[in-house]
């Protein structure tokens, strides 16, 4: 794996010189956008919209328009608005990990130490796993800040960027009613199929079923063969009363 940010991760006073590797790949397929009428590969190119002429990729700068003109943002800028968290993961404080809701993750990162036997990097990973607590920090990732989490997995320290508050939208946005009465008989038999489902999580049992679906038929159309389409088989319910779904749910189930 290539590293994708070097630096370090402060710990009070302690400070320890890592790496961060992407911890996730895509498992989309590659697919490239083509002419239908002769299927030439389609090239985006970086054009000057006053020459109309192509522009190297060496000659490009970011600017931002500041009245009627660009103000130049050059890299040593990036990094003067915030030197200490472009280099380092200060941890801020620490959280129970429970208390993160997850719609605020978005992707994580492997760490390595700079050194293959560094006591503190050691140090920190126990003492998370001991706390059950992550740390809570922001740094700077390709020119833009994150909030993140630095929590323990197996024997890794992983960093997690998660959002800022004001990046989720707000429910009330949201046409829902929450005074709709839910019966006791009908709460009972939703908890019963909820723990007849329950098991111990095991991620590794889940595969990414469409694309390689999606392959096959790929490699079907290629041998000049015509891909079986399967029908969509309905599983709801005909019968519209809640109860009775909850019903039929366990004992389907049951016999499955």
Not at 95 to 114: F, G, K, L, R, W
Not at 140 to 147: A, G, H, K, P, Y
Not at 244 to 255: D, G, I
Request: glycine share 2%; aromatic share 8%; proline share 3%.
């Amino acid at each position: 794996m290539r590293s994708i940010w070097t630096g370090s991760i402060g710990f009070g006073l302690v400070s320890i010189p890592i790496k961060l590797f992407s911890a996730v790949q895509t498992s989309s397929l590659d697919l490239d956008m083509l002419d239908s009428r002769d299927h030439a590969n389609i090239k985006f190119m970086r054009v000057n919209e006053h020459t109309k002429k192509e522009v190297p990729y060496d000659k490009i700068v970011k600017g931002y328009k500041y009245d009627d003109d660009y103000v130049i943002v050059e890299d040593a800028d990036f990094q003067a608005a915030a030197p200490e968290k472009s280099k380092v993961i200060e941890i801020e404080s620490f959280v129970d990990i429970d208390s993160v809701n997850p719609m605020y993750y978005e992707s994580s990162y492997y760490t390595e130490p700079a050194t293959k036997k560094n006591k503190a990097y050691a140090l920190l990973l126990e003492a998370l796993k001991k706390s059950k607590k992550a740390g809570l920090a922001r740094f700077v990732l390709r020119s833009t800040e994150s909030l993140c989490i630095v929590h323990p997995v197996e024997k890794d320290i992983v960093v997690t960027r998660i959002r800022f508050q004001q990046q989720i939208r707000d429910q009330n946005e949201l046409n829902l009613d929450d005074k709709i009465e839910v019966t006791k008989k009908e709460l009972d038999m939703g908890l019963a199929l909820i723990n007849q489902y329950a098991e111990k999580l095991d991620l590794s049992k889940y595969k990414d079923e469409y694309h390689t679906e999606l392959l096959k038929i790929i490699e079907a159309k290629a041998k000049g063969k015509r891909p079986t389409i399967k029908k969509l088989k309905p599983k709801a319910s005909k019968n519209n009363d809640l109860y009775e779904q909850l019903m039929n749910s366990l004992q389907s189930k049951k016999q499955a």
